[in-house]
Structure formats: C-alpha cells, structure tokens
RNA sequence: GCCGAUAUGGCGGAAUUGGUAGACGCACUAGACUCAAAAUCUAGCGAGAAAUCAUGUGGGUUCGAGUCCCACUAUCGGUACCA
C-alpha cells in the first residue's frame, strides 16, 4: 500500500509553493486556454460532480503543458446567489461572512483534489473589484440602448417574493423554491438580447459544439418563418394585425383570437356588445398564474367578443373575433387568425365552441385521388368528416384556395407572401420565441444595477470613474411585500445627486440576476488584476478565444447564451477580438447515487468527496470518475469501483519492485508502449477516459506478467498517467531518480510503424462464422494465406464436399469462405 | 406533442467505425499464503451437454451487422398553447 496521504500533501504543498501551474505572461507562447464553470460555493460543499467536471479539463490542460502549452486553467467563485441570501435572512448572518465561508471550504476541497489550477487568478463575482467591471459592461449596454426600463407582466415567485426570467420558471413554479408563480406587472430593467437572436443562431455554425447544445441553442432561440397580416375591422378605419407561419392557410381562416392582455380590447370597448363578460373573462385570466394556464391547457377557454368582425383579408368574409389565453401576449403580435382546419389548437376551438372549419389543405394522396384540378374549388372533400386538424406542411396541397389551388404547401406559402406584400395586407416576418432578458432582481445579494433616475434627467449611469458602487452593508434582507428590492429601505444609500444635473435623485434599488457575474468571468480570468480596464487588450489578443469550455448540461442554454451575447455585444464595441467567447463546449453527465437516484440531502444518498479524498486518496478519486463511464453520460456511484480503482494505483505503486535498467523500450513490450500512447494520447482529445484508463490496467497487468518493467518503460507510463494520476506519478518519477518535474516532460511521442502488429492471429469465417484462427506475418502475400488456410485441418473438415463459392480476404483483418 | 440521447453478461462498460462481441473493472468461484480472517497473488467466469444461441423488438441490405436502412418498444434529459 502506498501511502497516499504523505505524498498526495507533499505535491501539493510544492504546487502552491512554487506556483507551478500559474500561466505564464509570456505572450509569445503558443497559448492553451481551457475552461470549467466556476462553482457556486453552496453550504453543502463540493458536489462529486464537480470533480467530474474539473478533472476531465484538468488531464487536458496537464496534457497541453506536457505538450509545451502556456496553459490558463483558471478557478473562481460565482457567489452572488439567492442561497446565501435565503440562510442571511433565517440566521441573520450577513451573506459575505456565509459566502467567504463557503468560498474557503470549497477551495480547500479542490486544492484537495490536485487540480492544476491557477490560483493566483482567482476570482470571485461578489468582489467589488470584480463586479465594478459587471456594472460598468451594463452601462456600456445602456448607452447602448440594449439596457432599457419597461414596465412588463413578468413572472413573480409568490414564495421567493421577486421576479422571475422565463427562464427560472419551471413548469409554472419557481425553479428555486417550488413555490407558484404569477404574473405581475413591474417596471424592470431589460436587455435586448432579441437583437442578436439572429447572430446567435448563425455563429454556431463555425463553433465546435456538441451537436445537441447547439441544437438546445436553436431550439431555445426559437426562430420561425412566416408573415404578419392585417385584418380589417369591419365599419372601422382599425385592423387587427396577426402572425402566421402558414399564409398558406389563409382562406381557411374563419376565426380570430385575441390574448386577453391585447390592447384591441380597451380601444373598441365601445364597440364591444358583451364588454361586462370579456372583462370578467379578463380578469379571471390575470389571476391564473403560469401553472394553472399550461395545466389548463387541455380544456380551451374563450369569450366571444361580440359587436366587432374582422374581415378576412382574402375570402372577404365577415369572422368573429374571440378572446382567449391559448394566445399569448408575448409572441407575434399577441393576436392570431384561426384556421382550425389547419391547427391543433384552433381545431379543438372551433369544436368546442361549434366554430366553422373550413378546409383548405389535403394531403398529396388524397389530392391525387380526388384528382383536384388546379383553381377548381372542390366539393367532394366534406369538412365535416375531419377529425383533426391536416398540419403537415411536407404533405400538403392547396384546395378551395383561389389561386393557391394545387400548390404544395411549400409553394403555396411563398406564393401567398408575394400576393400579400403586392397588394399590401401584411408582410413576411422572422419571429424569435426568444424575449428579452428580465434584469432586474429585487434582491439583496447581487451586484447594484449602477443606475440614477432623476425626475429631470430619467434614467442616468452611475460615471463609470464611481465604479465600483458598492452594495451598502444592511441588516435586514427580507424583500418587501409588494416585492421591491431590500435595498429600497436604505434611504441613505438611495438618496444621491444626479450625476448629470446635479439635482436630488434616487438610486436604482434592483440588483442583477445571478447570471451576470458568470455571463463574462472568462475574461476577467486572462488579466484578473487589472484595475484600469476589465482585461487588457494584450491579454485579450493573447488568450481569447477559450479553447475549451467544459461544464454541466443544465448551463447549456442559459448562461452559454447570455455570455455569448454579452461576448456579442462587447465584439461590436470593439472591446474583445473574437466574435464568440467559446471555441469548443463539452458537456459531461451526471452523478447519480448508488441506487441511481440523483444525490439528495434527503434521499441520504450523497457521497461527499472529502470522505472518499480521506479514504481513497485524491488520485484514486480522480482515476474512478474517469473510469466510471463515457464521460458525456449519467454514471452511478460505486464504492466498489472505486476500491479497483485504489488497488489499480496500489500495483503501479510495486511496479518499482519488478524494476530493472533500460533506456529502451523492451522486444517484448516495444509494441504495447507505442499503440498505449497513441490510444491514451487520441482517447484523452476525444474524452473518451474511461478506456485510457483500461489502457494503463491492461499495461500494468502485462507488466506484473512479464514480472519486470524497465526504467523507460516505467518513465513513458508514469508520463502517460500522469495527468490523471498527478500525485502517485510524480513521486514515482522522483524515487526514479529525477529532480525536474514530470508535471512539464514532454508528452510521450509514438512511432506508427511500431503500433502495428508483425504477426497477426488472422480469424477465419465459413460463411460468415468464425471457425479457425491462423497465425500470418503482416501484410502476407493472398496466395499464402490462402494455402494455410487451406491446409488446416478444422478449416479442411468444414469444406470437406462443399462448393466453394467464393473467398474474401480483408488484408490483415479476416478471411471468409462462402460455400454451398 | 416536439427536440435530443440511450438500450450489449449478475453489474459499470469495451469493440480500431461494416470484420474474432463481451477489452478493462466490479461482483462471484476455486487455489496459494495465513492458526484464522482481511489484504495480496494465481486461475476461472454470457447461455447451452452439444450443434448452436446471444448486443431492446420485428423486418431488410451484405460474404459478414452491436455498428448501415425501414418500422416499433422502453427508459432518461430538455422543452412545451411560440400560431
């Protein structure tokens, strides 16, 4: 047994001691930047997931110093958060004293653990000199006009008391603390990341993502195709305007639905017959919170507005208008022309409240039967018999359309366009699911929106030469009622001049949400001491952009999307020099408990690394997480594993006790060495950990066969595992008898020529079933082979009377004999 | 509903991308060492007496399919009245 605590200490003492991983100034190096999502230091500590996470990037950025990188591998603290300020205001302990806690616990964890992180850039959101850069980038968005005020139905935690971004709402309930949300009207701050939705969408198109985050990115992004078009009122100069993705479809438009939140409603109240009923209809709407309206959502509702038609822009027909919250205020133009024979969701309308469907689409099978014949109207297809709405564009055919009739639904809906922009009913439109980011957080522990409003001036930036401005030290940190910031009862730190006029005004009370801090840190990383600017443009050129970017699957929509808009936006000012922030993203999978359980306080089931450190040792640790499965999938814990990962490191331990001379690779060994380093070095760019690992089981056990291991040998394999096993390695490497460290060897190099197999164990098939292995040289002449082969006796015994009807041979690989 | 992923021994998982299915590890069994146990070491370990059968199910392509194609099923993750 080796004894893993001494040594594991000892290196890391040295580490610290002499810095040895902190990245180096010199910018003419090439550079290797790699990136892991810098932890929120909850109360419970480092998570095993975590590590997961740290050393995968970990063994690559040990991997690129060996390969003579100037590696930045940075580490930080994301402590603004709702958890620290939630235990603030149970315990009555202010959140910096909890979070300079928290911050201390989990960076003794890591350094526990022997990541080769640059500790002497840590940084940490909730510093004054960090978020002095956080406030002045959000004014630089304000002066931009990307950061505005409006008043907006936002989504608010009746538990949390605050605010909510779409995003924190989880099926109707706040995403933190389960509690329901509802709509509430306030004046917040917003970005217009809307702006960008397209940029974001085309970008990643050059960007080295998994396939799946980037599919998450457009899926959230949500862009879709279609056409605004005007509805007159009837015996009014108004119309109503409506999005559709399929114009196509408008002659089978018999309806109209409006959101109850629509401004149409209040301009025509005169008009409006049944006002009394819309407005109750109304009312009740606002009062439902989000959960009850998507719970709800298998019984549509609606109120008939009565007294006003809408004429259908093509067909001329009059058409009811209806109100209902199947439409949402907050995409297109909160209002929809209704074909129910073409929509799911205006299908179930019409049939609940016996509204006309007028079918306007059949499938190519069905057009074809009926053999429709372009601009014939058509009688036979009886709408009646639908029993669903027809919605697939792919398979469609324009019928009972005018001068649509027998376009594919492709057509048809370009056809429709042209025809609607020429006689000016409406014109082709991009829309975005993607709404502006809701900035505002009435919440004590976050960064101070660096905002002044003052009755003359509106709304006025901190001067950026005043940043930081501090958040003011407070004892009470309970949100108000009515859900304003707790910073609203700091009248002193509320009252202040305008900065432009000079007069009395009052500070924005707001703070940011948690996704601030995180939306930038990897720039701060490359020059995190820098108090004139927020990174030096010399740093910038040098480091961006992040070579490698790893972190958890749940941050791959969110704050992968913000910081690229935030990198965006900062590009455009000319501030950094790339037009993303990222080069490559990967993710890995979760941690799940020992009975496949995701880890929970209360299902008890949460392994705590400090245990396994104290048990195991940092590198068995290490090596388990990366043996335990492919890396980008959900893995249970196993205190079993782990055990064969310890006993793994215990025999690499007596590997010194099987050691003799040699400055070579041995005969008998020469072709393993060179086909291990070129599978560990390939598995490692891949991620593909877990079967490195076999690599050096399967080397150590060849070794213990062989009952010797030469010192070249020995020196290549410590090389090799070294980034995954940074301790055990380089001691080893000392008691070798070397006086650098292996940390900075160079990787170990491979010959090709001698991965390759001299003599092979050829399997032979009989149709297709393997029934006899022979020994051949490589690249052995055909003709040979095939007499060997031949001569065999077992072979001989199954062709024996058949007809051969063919032979295959795949040089080197198999050979296959067809017979009869 | 939509998007994405996954399915291989008792378990976690390998498989050079169409070429010997089950590498490596765990668990298990036997042996060595020990008074004994643990640890360690050695050997065995998909099913079947065998022919053979086996990679979620059913088809297909191929000399050859875990891998490719078609149609399903199950599980997990994300998202959802987005017109």
Redesign the pocket.
């Known amino acids: 047994?080796y004894n893993f605590k001494e040594i594991e200490q000892k290196w890391q003492d040295k580490w610290e001691k002499e810095g040895t991983f902190n990245a180096k100034n010199d910018y003419t190096l090439p550079k290797w930047y790699g990136l892991i999502e810098f932890p929120y230091p909850s109360g419970q500590g480092l998570h095993v997931g975590h590590p997961r996470s740290n050393t995968a990037l970990d063994i690559i950025a040990r991997k690129r110093r060996m390969q003579g990188y100037n590696v930045l591998y940075p580490i930080g603290f994301d402590a603004f958060g709702l958890p620290a300020e939630n235990y603030a205001i149970k315990n009555h302990i202010h959140p910096k004293i909890i979070t300079k806690q928290n911050t201390d616990h989990f960076r003794k964890q890591l350094k526990s653990l022997g990541f080769s992180f640059d500790w002497s850039r840590e940084i940490n959101t909730t510093d004054p000199n960090y978020y002095k850069w956080t406030q002045w980038i959000f004014i630089q968005l304000f002066k931009h006009g990307l950061a505005y005020k409006a008043t907006m139905p936002i989504n608010f935690c009746t538990g949390c008391k605050v605010g909510l971004a779409?995003?924190e709402?989880?099926?109707g309930v706040c995403e933190r603390c389960g509690s329901p949300v509802v709509q509430k009207e306030k004046s917040q701050w917003m970005l217009k990341i809307t702006e960008y939705a397209q940029r974001l969408i085309d970008d990643l198109d050059d960007l080295d993502f998994l396939?799946?985050i980037k599919?998450?990115q457009?899926?959230?992004i949500?862009r879709?195709e279609?056409a605004e078009v005007n509805f007159k009122i009837k015996d009014s100069d108004d119309s109503l305007l409506?999005?559709?993705?399929?114009p196509d479809t408008l002659f089978g438009a018999t309806y109209m639905?409006v959101?109850p939140e629509h401004p149409f409603i209040n301009k025509h109240k005169d008009m409006i017959k049944n006002l009394d009923e819309v407005k109750e209809y109304q009312e009740k709407a606002s009062m439902k919170s989000?959960f009850e309206?998507?719970e709800?959502?298998?019984?549509?509702?609606g109120v008939e507005i009565k007294g006003i038609k809408a004429i259908n822009p093509l067909t001329n027909e009059e058409i009811p208008i209806w109100i209902?919250?199947?439409?949402?205020?907050?995409?297109?133009?909160?209002?929809?022309?209704?074909?129910p024979a073409h929509?799911?969701?205006?299908f179930?309308?019409a049939k609940k409240f016996n509204l006309p469907i007028k079918k306007v689409i059949v499938s190519k099978e069905e057009f074809a039967k009926y053999k429709v014949d372009e601009g014939q109207a058509n009688s036979k297809i009886d709408d009646k018999e639908m029993t669903e709405a027809f919605t697939d564009v792919e398979n469609g055919v324009a019928i009972n359309s005018e001068f649509l009739n027998g376009l594919e639904s492709k057509d048809a809906i370009n056809k429709a366009i042209e025809y609607i922009e020429e006689n000016k009913l409406g014109s082709r439109k991009v829309?975005?699911?993607?709404?502006d980011w809701v900035f505002s957080r009435q919440r004590y522990w976050g960064e101070p929106i660096p905002m002044v409003y003052c009755d003359d001036c509106g709304w006025v930036p901190v001067p950026e030469e005043e940043l930081p401005l501090k958040l003011p030290e407070i004892k009470d940190y309970e949100p108000g009622e009515n859900g304003e910031s707790p910073l609203a009862k700091q009248t002193d730190w509320i009252n202040t001049k305008c900065p432009h006029c000079g007069k009395p005004a009052k500070r924005e009370t707001d703070t940011m949400p948690q996704w601030a801090g995180s939306s930038w840190y990897y720039l701060r990383y490359m020059d995190p001491h820098n108090d004139k600017e927020f990174v030096s443009k010399e740093a910038l050129e040098y480091w961006s952009p992040v070579d490698w970017y790893n972190g958890g699957?749940?941050h791959t929509?969110?704050h992968l999307l913000y910081s690229r808009f935030w990198h965006k936006f900062l590009y455009d000012l000319g501030k950094v020099p790339t037009k993303e922030p990222y080069q490559k993203r990967t993710s890995h999978g979760?941690i799940l408990g020992e009975n496949g359980e995701?880890m929970s306080k209360s299902k008890g089931n949460v392994i705590n690394p400090d245990d396994i450190v104290r048990e195991f040792g940092a590198d068995s640790f290490r090596v388990y997480e990366m043996?335990?499965?492919?890396f980008?999938?959900?893995?249970?814990w196993?205190m079993?594993?782990i055990?064969?990962?310890?006993?793994?490191l215990?025999?690499v331990w007596?590997l010194q006790d099987i050691l003799v001379e040699g400055d070579q690779y041995s005969k008998e060994t020469e072709n393993m060495m060179h086909k291990a380093i070129k599978k560990v070095s390939n598995?490692i760019e891949e991620m593909?950990y877990?079967?490195s690992?076999?690599?050096?089981?399967?080397m150590?056990?060849e070794f213990?066969?062989l009952k010797k291991i030469n010192k070249k040998e020995y020196e290549t394999f410590l090389q090799l595992l070294n980034p995954f096993a940074p301790h055990i390695t380089e001691e080893i490497w000392e008691r070798l008898g070397h006086t650098n460290q292996l940390a900075y060897e160079p990787w170990p190099k491979y010959d090709e020529e001698k991965t390759i197999d001299e003599s092979?164990?050829?399997?032979v098939?009989i149709?297709?079933?393997?029934r006899a292995?022979i020994q051949i040289q490589k690249d052995e002449d055909k003709d040979s082979i095939k007499a060997k082969i031949h001569e065999n006796e077992k072979i001989q015994a199954y062709i024996e009377g058949k007809e051969i009807?063919?032979e295959?041979y795949?040089p080197n690989?198999?050979y296959?004999i067809?017979i009869k």
């Open positions: 047994m779409n995003e709402v989880v099926n396939d799946k599919a998450q457009k899926n959230w949500g879709s279609g409506v999005y559709t993705t399929r639905v959101s989000d309206r998507s709800l959502n298998k019984e549509k509702t209902s919250d199947y439409v949402l205020i907050t995409y297109g133009t909160g209002a929809i022309m209704a074909v929509d799911d969701r205006d179930e309308f829309n975005y699911k993607l709404r699957m749940e929509t969110l979760m995701k043996f335990m499965g492919p980008d999938q959900t893995a249970e196993s079993d594993s055990r064969g990962c310890n006993k793994f215990d025999r007596s598995d593909k877990n079967t690992v076999s690599t050096f089981m399967t150590v056990n213990s066969k092979i164990d050829l399997p098939q149709n297709g079933k393997l292995n009807v063919k295959i795949v690989r198999i296959n067809v």
